[in-house]
RNA sequence: GCGCGGUUAGCUCAGUUGGUAGAGCAUCUCAUUGACGUUGAGAGGGUCAGAGGUUCGAGUCCUCUAUCGCGCACCA
């Protein structure tokens, strides 16, 4: 028997032998598929981010991911998988604002292309590190082909796409009110917005003739216009348009009634003045009356020079000064400390958003959505679970134009130029344009770089080389996406919406969207609750098999799993009980030659018929991306069948049975030791691919991870 | 407010088209140096959140309620 297999099985010592023999044995890649394959298969890793290190999340993706590649290979597709970093434009850049502030410099200091450089430079450091640990997890993808959201190519067809969006008048450049992070000064779209709730203070506050509720004192400077609801008696006597001089914050002001179906008269006092220029709500109605903005916030969060005497400060430090101010004027009527409501924060750091005017480039959705919307309802794209689908149904439906304009430098560059004079935008590829083409104003590069989503919502077609490149018209559409249930907006609609748009067709067939990965408390991992589980921490302790099985099994799509290290333990167990059998049918088949066609016996072709009976259910499973059960019933039939029953009642046979009864359980084990080898493969393809090394020559011709998913031996 | 889920054994969760409630871990009892103690044999443990309905039959389908979670949209 083999030396290694006489010691008890050691992952640490066999993971990093056996991932290098598959890397350089180029069966990762499709080119080297074998001429017997049936159909092309192609999933794309979710960009990695490249800067980031392993978390528990992507030990998940690229568990799945992997058991479904490997599974394809071995049953006969031409497979791909095409790894992918992302330059993570805003996440990256957040890492590095804190590196920066950590040694005391800021962003701010830096000129743009040398913050650039630095981030790349950053970010090519440490990608090396997140692709090792791709690596670790026993990733059978092909790295050959590995790409990365800034390579050239790539921001090329991100180009063309801006171009022909421009082109086809779905893009445009808006002034418009857009959420606005004061910390990180840069733009988001809906998304990257959470809504919290809070008890905060209403202010009660006299303005003129009327009282008017607010949570914002600080914002009121500006206010000229009071906005009451059109049939709202207690303010029948103010007529739309009528000027009314009062003592405000900083002295005598004249405002402007505007009557609005937006006020809701059951609200505070049924009036409020309305700051265009900081609230979404009451930029609508500055937009439907034709009203003046003033901004009073500039884009640090500061107050600007209308705030008078509290120009310069930042808002948490004048509320309160404010406040006071307004009592010593008697502008203070009540306070309700009670007041809940919802405050928009940026999902990052979790500041106050402060909604800013601002040119912006816009996609118009609408269009681009309702294909999306006809594709998912003909079931051209198929979600698993199918509950998403309805989720996408009702996003699609209520969407709106997406803001893909960030004010940060980590990024692909917007490449446009705007008028300086009329602040008209220009799609500009060649950089040809020097004169606004609307005013014959000077133009400026747009400094703005676009939304990272924007590109990786290209991904698919970007990645494999559209509209020309050979994996494009071997792979598009690819087959599955695999990725969190949690980016469905940020990345899979907009894929399946531009994918559509560029190429006509729906990126993938399949999308199949796991939940999030827990800790064993069912808590949600996070650095402040110090429950954070290190992937790397788990394979060093019990294998990589063992923490990929923990991953699968029990985990239904779309639901989020917790992770505890007991489970792993089990699994730990289960490669080790599939080494020590693997040693009791090694040992007792010794010099035994595994013929094709052998004679069996009843009870053998029994145990054959139902082996063969679960692998057809477990291939069902594969095919039906039910990857937890086949999991499950793989781990139940080798140890409480194979083990348990079949090994226990071999002892008596190889030891008193007759010679054709020997031979035919010998054949027996054999065979079902190759079957299993093959159906835990994808699940645990280490310490598979490690004893396929063992088996008996005859048994095999190449390395496991390039064998044919069984066959129906008839039996 | 609108939308989407969950509620099944002590814990974490399965349960595919309706057909006698399952797994892992944990607990308890017994066994044994065997390929494996990272073991084997067995046991206990559930009004399937509640109520009503459809059905010969409901954990599964329908309605309502409770409760937990998530998403979206919101009025100062």
């Known amino acids: 028997m083999n030396d290694r297999l006489s010691k008890p099985y050691n992952p640490s010592e066999t993971e990093g032998r056996i991932y290098k023999l598959w890397e350089e044995s180029g069966y990762f890649s499709p080119d080297n598929a074998g001429n017997?394959?049936?159909?092309?298969?192609?999933?794309?890793?979710?960009?990695?981010?490249?800067?980031?290190?392993?978390?528990?999340?992507?030990?998940?993706?690229?568990?799945?991911?992997?058991?479904?590649?490997?599974?394809?290979?071995?049953?006969?597709?031409?497979?791909?998988?095409?790894?992918?970093?992302?330059?993570?434009?805003?996440?990256?850049?957040?890492?590095?604002?804190?590196?920066?502030?950590?040694?005391?410099?800021?962003r701010f200091e830096l000129k743009p292309d040398e913050l650039y450089s630095e981030i790349l430079n950053f970010t090519l450091e440490n990608s090396k590190v997140i692709k090792s640990q791709i690596r670790s997890m026993g990733a059978s993808c092909d790295w050959s082909r590995e790409k990365f959201t800034l390579d050239k190519d790539i921001v090329e067809i991100v180009y063309s796409t801006f171009k022909r969006l421009s082109d086809d008048n779905l893009l445009y450049r808006g002034k418009k009110i857009v959420s606005w992070c004061p910390k990180h000064r840069t733009s988001f779209s809906d998304l990257e917005i959470n809504d919290e709730e809070r008890i905060d203070t209403l202010y009660y506050l006299k303005y003129g003739p009327f009282t008017i509720a607010t949570a914002r004192p600080e914002t009121k400077f500006g206010d000229k216009y009071v906005v009451v609801h059109p049939s709202d008696n207690r303010y029948s006597k103010f007529k739309h348009g009528d000027k009314i001089e009062l003592e405000w914050i900083n002295g005598p002001i004249t405002a402007t009634v505007i009557k609005d179906d937006a006020i809701d008269m059951e609200f505070g006092t049924g009036a409020m003045t309305i700051t265009p220029w900081h609230d979404v709500a009451d930029f609508e109605i500055a937009l439907r009356h034709n009203l003046e903005r003033e901004q009073i916030i500039d884009e640090s969060g500061r107050l600007l020079p209308v705030a008078g005497e509290f120009a310069g400060m930042k808002i948490a430090e004048a509320r309160p000064k404010i406040v006071e101010r307004l009592k010593e004027k008697g502008l203070l009527e009540k306070i309700d400390s009670d007041y809940k409501h919802v405050v928009r924060t940026c999902y990052k750091c979790g500041s106050i958003i402060e909604p800013q005017i601002r040119s912006q480039w816009f996609i118009k959705m609408k269009s681009l959505a309702q294909e999306a919307l006809r594709k998912i309802q003909s079931m051209e794209v198929e979600f698993i679970p199918q509950h998403y689908e309805k989720i996408s149904i009702h996003w699609l439906e209520n969407i709106i134009d997406w803001n893909i304009s960030r004010q940060i430098v980590w990024g692909i560059p917007i490449p446009a130029k705007i008028c300086s004079l009329c602040g008209e935008g220009f799609v500009d590829l060649e950089d040809k344009i020097t004169k606004c083409e609307k005013c014959g104003g000077n133009v400026e590069k747009d400094n703005d770089t676009f939304d990272t989503w924007f590109s990786s919502g290209q991904w698919p077609f970007a990645s494999l080389g559209y509209p020309s490149g050979a994996d494009f018209k071997e792979f598009y559409p690819t087959q599955v996406l695999e990725t969190a249930g949690d980016i469905i907006f940020f990345w899979v609609t907009r894929m399946i919406m531009l994918g559509l748009y560029v190429t006509g067709k729906v990126p993938f067939k399949t999308v199949y969207l796991h939940g999030m990965v827990l800790d064993a408390k069912a808590q949600k991992m996070s650095k402040s609750k110090g429950n954070v589980i290190n992937p790397l921490d788990l394979t060093a302790k019990f294998g990589t098999d063992a923490l990929r099985m923990a991953l699968i099994v029990g985990n239904t799509p779309g639901t989020s799993l917790a992770l505890s290290e007991d489970k792993i333990?089990?699994?730990?167990?289960?490669?080790?009980?599939?080494?020590n059998a693997t040693r009791f049918v090694l040992s007792n088949t010794e010099n035994f030659i595994y013929e094709s066609n052998p004679t069996i016996v009843k009870r053998d072709d029994e145990i054959l018929r139902a082996m063969s009976e679960t692998l057809t259910d477990i291939t069902s499973d594969m095919e039906n991306f039910r990857f937890y059960m086949a999991g499950e019933k793989l781990y139940h039939y080798f140890w409480h069948t194979f083990a348990d029953i079949i090994i226990e009642e071999s002892k008596a046979v190889l030891s008193g049975g007759n010679e054709q009864e020997i031979k035919s359980r010998k054949w027996t084990l054999i065979e079902i030791e190759i079957n299993m080898l093959k159906a835990l493969h994808p699940f645990m393809p280490f310490i598979t691919e490690e004893i396929w090394s063992f088996m008996p020559h005859q048994a095999k011709s190449k390395m496991l991870i390039a064998e044919r998913w069984f066959e129906n031996k008839k039996v």
């Open 36 to 106: 017997d394959t049936v159909d092309n298969f192609a999933i794309l890793m979710p960009p990695t981010n490249a800067n980031g290190s392993l978390h528990a999340g992507h030990s998940l993706v690229l568990t799945i991911e992997d058991v479904i590649v490997r599974y394809k290979r071995m049953a006969g597709h031409k497979t791909l998988w095409l790894p992918g970093l992302d330059h993570a434009g805003f996440e990256t850049q957040v890492v590095y604002e804190k590196k920066l502030e950590k040694e005391g410099r800021s």
């Open 569 to 579: 333990k089990a699994y730990k167990h289960f490669a080790n009980k599939i080494w």
